[in-house]
């Protein structure tokens, strides 16, 4: 019971801070003409987060963290991705109900993807905590331990869609939601900053 718990505190604790991988699941629920329409998204986010803390507790956090190259390539890159995804969520227009136009399917798969696995706060939170983490338990503690942090990324994932369809037939002022994205941009402008901060 000690294992589920933390695992699931801990992988909340990880997902909760808005993100480009939140916040595309979160608009493609209310972009989309129903729930689901915007489940490829959400699926597919919560498959490659379920990829990265199976093989991060199966010891890939132990290669990467062992080599300082590696994981200052990740962290470039994620500055890189960080700066880039800003940008398209500031001048987005995905978030306004009134002239947004529904991704289609591959589209939405390929996005998710991306804010999925080039995202360095996944790949190192991920590697870094529930890797190290899952040391703490073997056997039957440790498949709890992840199947916990694996059930808390689907139900998250499940949520900031459902929300986003939820709050489309309350039918919120598109404003709200274009500020939204703006204030997701500076956050990841800022995560960016931060983080080349560290890097330098």
């Not at 993807?113 to 073997?138: E, F, K, Q, R, W």
Request: with cysteine; charged share 10%.
């Amino acid at each position: 019971m000690e294992a589920v718990l933390h695992g699931m505190l801990l992988a909340f604790g990880l997902i909760l801070p808005l993100g480009a991988q939140n916040v595309f699941v979160f608009t493609q629920g209310v972009t989309q003409p129903s729930l689901l329409r915007a489940l490829p998204a959400m699926i597919t986010a919560a498959i490659c987060d379920t990829v990265l803390i199976v093989l991060a507790i199966l010891g890939l956090s132990l290669i990467v963290l062992q080599f300082e190259w590696l994981r200052l390539v990740l962290l470039a890159g994620g500055i890189l991705f960080l700066g880039y995804m800003g940008k398209v969520i500031w001048f987005s227009r995905a978030a306004n109900m009134e002239g947004a136009e529904a991704m289609p399917l591959k589209k939405q798969i390929v996005f998710a993807l991306s804010v999925s696995l080039l995202n360095p706060h996944a790949l190192l939170d991920t590697i870094g905590v529930i890797g190290t983490s899952a040391v703490m338990y073997s056997g039957q503690e440790q498949l709890a331990f992840t199947l916990a942090c694996v059930m808390a990324s689907w139900v998250w994932f499940f949520g900031l869609a459902a929300a986003g369809a939820a709050l489309k037939r309350m039918r919120i002022p598109a404003q709200i939601f274009i500020g939204l994205n703006k204030c997701s941009a500076l956050f990841m402008w800022g995560t960016a900053v931060y983080l080349a901060i560290g890097l330098l």
